[in-house]
């Protein structure tokens, strides 16, 4: 016999042998071009050394080599899908849910700490009958300043740092500004009602400050307005000692003290008094055991001229409640900038 049977033989035992020490894909691929690789596989030498021989050999050798070359080849599919089973076995077993394990909470959405104030703020005197107002923050200098008593050359403007926007000029040639107060709604609404009217205006002010723990470029404020018959400094003693109580408790007390603000006369700041100590003095009120909260007043006449009402027949009480400060004082807060830092383990407290 030709020693091609032994070659066969030889290539049958030795490659069924290694195909079952393959552990990888890219094993596989090097053995089966050891064998039957198109140029140098050994089988495939073989197969081409077929003409060389005799017929009747050629016959025997012929039939024993596909014999070999299919044994290999069932030998190589079966192992490769044994390899694939393994790997997808092996990546099953890593990614395999654990249903014991606690699942990712899921953070609830909830308002923004200074929203809640102001809105809990305007819904103490939406329930008192006041009707909520509201204004743009672009404003012209007649509705921030003029009208409200402050005239161009009126030293009082430089207590408020503005905001200039310079390309933007109202209809009287003067730049618009962003309102340095929610005082402007005050304008805005007297000159489209008439009198009786009650109104809170809550928005958002800017005023060019550095920033820092209690100053900023923009923040809250909530206006109130009355403008009635008889409207006197008790009206505004009672409601804002009503609103006092119903943010800070029954026990909250108020003070007026006498401030200037243009477009009140009289012109006070109201403290309330510092519910954390009971009055005693603490941190948070500067050992005063009394809190700055707002700024109020009876409406100067000149307001009332400039909207076109008659002083003579109305009066009324305006104040302006400064959110940041409500906020700080009931949540104990003592840096403004952790509102705006939007820092979630601090907004997740409220
Ligand atoms: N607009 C004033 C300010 O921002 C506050 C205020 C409002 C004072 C209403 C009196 C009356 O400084």
Known sequence: MSSLTDDLQTIQSQSLQEVERIISLEELETLRLKFLGRK???????????PTLSPAERKDVGRQANEVKKALETALENRRQAIEDAQIAQSLAKESIDLTLPGTPVLRGKLHPLTQVLEEIVSVFTRLGFNLAEGPEVETDDNNFTALNHPPDHPARDAHDTFYLKDLKDESGLPLLLRT??????????????????????GRVFRHEAVDA???????????????????MADLKGMLTLF???LFGPGAEIRFRPSYFPFVEPGIEVDISCTLCGG??????????WL???????????????????????????FGIGVERVAMFKYGVDDMRLFFDNDIRFLQQF
């Open 40 to 50: 140098d596989g050994l089988l495939t030498k073989v197969l081409q050394a077929l």
């Open 181 to 202: 107060h929610t005082s402007p709604v005050q304008i805005r609404y007297m000159r489209t009602h008439q009198p009786p009217l009650y109104i809170v205006a809550p």
């Open 214 to 232: 209690t100053h900023s470029f923009v923040f809250h404020q909530v206006e109130g307005l009355a403008v009635d018959k008889d409207i006197s």
């Open 244 to 246: 006092a109580q119903h």
């Open 280 to 289: 005693k003095g603490c941190r948070v009120c500067k050992q005063s055991g």
């Open 292 to 318: 700055e909260m707002l700024g109020a007043g009876l409406v100067n006449p000149n307001v009332f001229r400039a909207v076109g009402y008659d002083p003579r027949k109305v009066t009324g009480y305006a």
